[in-house]
Nanobody, 119 residues
């Protein structure tokens, strides 16, 4: 069983920065994708950014140039540096890991961490 624990959320003023961290425990397949998703009240959960074990990165258009995703494979950790935050970034942010063992796909989620951007 894989568990994901997020940290780093909070309240920040517009234009400010936050850094989210996610640590995964348990056995994760060597070919995997770690990422961040978010869900604002009344909205569906949406992709923020993903980073694959091979290094490829994908960002939502709304965060390109402001957010940076990174990972530490030795620690099974993924990070999200969020700069120039806007009120519309307010949401619960969820860490996610997907990996494959032979033909079986595994998909795990963290409990979420609240990010509020407000003056």
């Amino acid at each position: 069983q894989v568990q994901l624990v997020e940290s780093g959320g909070g309240l920040v003023q517009p234009g400010g920065s936050l850094r989210l961290s996610c640590a995964a425990s348990g056995r994760i397949g060597s070919i995997n994708v770690m990422g961040w998703y978010r869900q604002a009240p009344g909205n569906e959960r949406e992709l923020v950014a993903t980073i694959a074990s091979g290094g490829s990165i994908n960002y939502a258009d709304s965060v390109k140039g402001r957010f940076t995703i990174s990972r530490d494979n030795a620690k099974n950790a993924v990070y999200l540096q969020m700069n120039s935050l806007k009120p519309e970034d307010t949401a619960v942010y969820y860490c996610n890991v997907k990996f494959w063992v032979v033909v079986t796909r595994y998909d795990y989620w963290g409990q979420g961490t609240q990010v509020t951007v407000s003056s």
